[in-house]
């Protein structure tokens, strides 16, 4: 018998299941090759899914630079097919697997896809993020690759702004591992920007995994596709 992982990642959280995956029955030309196991826990199915937006990264990341340059919908589905169809080695990384894993197979949203894949980037060219200068708040934030995030757009201008007004501590987050103390820890140190970053009236919902991908892929954009931002004096902090 072999084992395969499926890995679900929602809006709400990560979970992972195992299924044992066993041989068709005989005479069978396909049988029932998949049965539901245990659950993993969010730490260790959202370390598994980092893994592979890494493997990604290192194997195709030009797709992976087409994909997050996308601006629709349509335009985000074609490069994702793109960037995920063909021969991959990307489903037998990490340590939890062994002589009877076939791999892993991912289910996940868009937007937390996306945040991954951005960090993973960031990741590899850390000290051009390090230096980003802190720029002034702007009254309103505007990109056109909200169009193909699949977020509240509420959620994409904060983290524009968080991006652009404390890049230090949202690196800082990036490297810390997901749902540890340390990430917890750097949220915290985020908070007061995340506030005055929330567009008046507004309140976000969603995990930690779901604002954690939003923070990076909007650092990866200040850098991949900058916009001119004016030098005058900050906003002064919006009253909630």
Known sequence: MRVCVL???????????????????IGSRLGDRVVKGAVED???????AQE???CLVNRRADKVQRLLSQTNDA?????YKDLTTGPIDCFDMGDDLNDVSAGWR?????DIMRGMLAEQLI??????YAVLPVLPRQRTYSRTWYGATNRDVSVDEMATCVSETDAPDTLSLLKTEPYSDQEGTAFAALGPTLGACLRAGVKVAGNRQSLRAALADALYQRVANPVAVATGAPETAKAH
């Not at 890995?7 to 029955?25: D, K, R, T, Y």
């Not at 969010?42 to 598994?48: D, F, G, I, Q, V």
């Open 7 to 25: 890995l679900v990642v929602s809006a709400i959280g990560l979970i992972a299941s195992v299924a044992a995956v066993a041989e068709p029955p």
């Open 42 to 48: 969010e730490a260790t199915s959202a370390r598994h």
């Open 52 to 54: 592979y937006a890494a």
């Open 75 to 79: 335009g985000y589905k074609a490069a």
């Open 106 to 110: 991912f289910m996940i949203p868009a």
């Open 123 to 128: 990741k590899h060219d850390v000290a051009r």
